[in-house]
């Protein structure tokens, strides 16, 4: 396997060669999978069904749940179904694949945080003109903006990375097809272009991330004004878990792609990447919508809903059994009367 022509697919590395051990990854995966589809198909199906929730700040709520079950869809099944299977290739465009869908959704992401503090902002700062700004046209203008940027940067991305010969081999010392492993096994004069596309995708996400501090700079020096202690209890639990997200997506992320590959361990490898790739997934739920006392009343009811109607037809399904057991025993008894 010389360069790219002839790679016919990777090895991605194995949590364990132990069979017991592989077993407990996909257990371990699986619960860590469930929980993120579920925390953010529910987020999306209160948001959907409760009109209260119509707004700029739920729309792209809707959007970050989207994404972000989209984006650990493209990486943690694989890797289950490697660890049930025993085994650990992944075809070339498989490798494509996961790579492009991979960036396509972490970068949308990163863009719908930004694009929510800056709501956020607008919202707080400026809550005279807000419904001038953040109007449904320009919501969606921004959204699609975020996804075609996302869709622009990953095609640039993935193309830099796989247009490049690979002379290291073909194992992939990761659980996904991650870049700065695809670029360990690159031949070392042949990868100016995507050293170039790293270079200007961390100084975009410096960037994003200046932006996203100087907004919620603003809103904490705004709400500070409020003599309110609630609003600014409100506005702390608000804002802080936003940013403890953001930054551990991109300080991990960063840290992943600019570490040096001959003086890390596999392990850590591991841990930083699971901590870029799955934990922001799965906190997002929780952070964004049970913090929230609009999300925790459209949950209650979404969930209170689906009770109710299970209890509801649970006592129809009773009063039928019971009204043919009555018919039963009166027909009975009537037999039993002299004619």
Not at 258 to 265: I, Q
Request: with cysteine; charged share 10%.
């Amino acid at each position: 396997m010389s360069n790219q022509t002839t790679m016919t697919g990777f090895l991605l590395l194995g949590f364990s060669d132990i069979r017991e051990l592989q077993i407990l990854h996909f257990i371990v995966f699986l619960v860590l999978y469930l929980i993120s589809l579920l925390g953010n198909l529910l987020i999306i199906t209160a948001i959907a069904l409760d009109h209260h929730l119509h707004n700029p700040m739920y729309f792209f709520l809707i959007n970050l749940s989207i994404l972000d079950f989209s984006s650990i869809s493209v990486t943690i099944p694989k890797s289950m179904a490697n660890s049930l299977m025993n085994t650990r290739l992944i075809s070339y465009s498989g490798c494509v694949a996961q790579v492009f869908f991979f960036l396509f959704f972490a970068s949308a992401n990163f863009a719908i945080l930004t694009i929510m503090a800056h709501d956020r902002y607008i919202a707080i700062c400026q809550p005279l003109h807000y419904e001038m700004v953040m109007n449904r046209r320009a919501c969606v203008q921004m959204a699609a903006s975020a996804l075609i940027s996302g869709i622009l940067y990953s095609a640039l991305h993935t193309g830099n990375t796989f247009v490049i010969s690979f002379c290291g081999g073909n194992t992939v010392d990761q659980f996904f097809c991650e870049i700065p492993q695809l670029l360990h096994l690159a031949c070392s004069d042949s990868n100016v272009g995507e050293v170039v596309v790293i270079s200007l995708s961390v100084l975009l996400s410096l960037i994003c991330f200046a932006f996203i501090t100087v907004s919620y700079v603003q809103i904490f020096k705004t709400v500070l004004r409020i003599p309110s202690g609630q609003g600014r209890h409100k506005a702390f639990f608000t804002c802080l878990p936003h940013l403890i997200v953001v930054s551990l997506f991109l300080f991990t992320g960063t840290f992943a792609f600019l570490k040096p590959t001959s003086n890390s361990t596999s392990d850590r490898n591991l841990l930083v990447t699971v901590l870029y790739s799955i934990m922001p997934p799965m906190m997002n739920p929780i952070i964004y919508s049970m913090r929230n006392k609009e999300m925790k009343g459209a949950l209650s009811k979404l969930i209170g809903w689906r009770i109710f109607s299970k209890n509801k037809m649970s006592i129809f399904l009773l009063l039928s059994q019971l009204h043919s057991v009555f018919l039963y025993k009166y027909n009975q008894l009537m037999t039993l009367l002299p004619s």
